[in-house]
């Protein structure tokens, strides 16, 4: 993953951290012990799109929401390299 990635899901994580409310019981704990809820990764992935210009199918995202922080950065990660490659 590269430091302009990393860079950008800890800032979005650590803001969303005090922007996802109602964290329930399907919450996951990523770096730092943020928590962060499924509708959290939704909109991660959300910001994603915008700021990396790749594009998330309905089926990808619904995947997304349900992984754990970790899986998460490291699926999109994999998903915005090759993107940027072009």
Known sequence: MTDEIRAFLLAALTEMKYDVSDVDDDTVFGP??????????????????????????????????????????????ARIAPASAH
């Open 32 to 77: 730092a012990g943020l928590d962060v809820d499924s509708l959290g990764l939704a909109e991660l992935a959300v910001r994603v799109e915008d700021r990396f210009g790749v594009a998330f199918d309905d089926d990808e995202a619904e995947e997304l929401a349900m992984m754990t922080v970790g899986e998460f950065s490291r699926a999109v990660a």
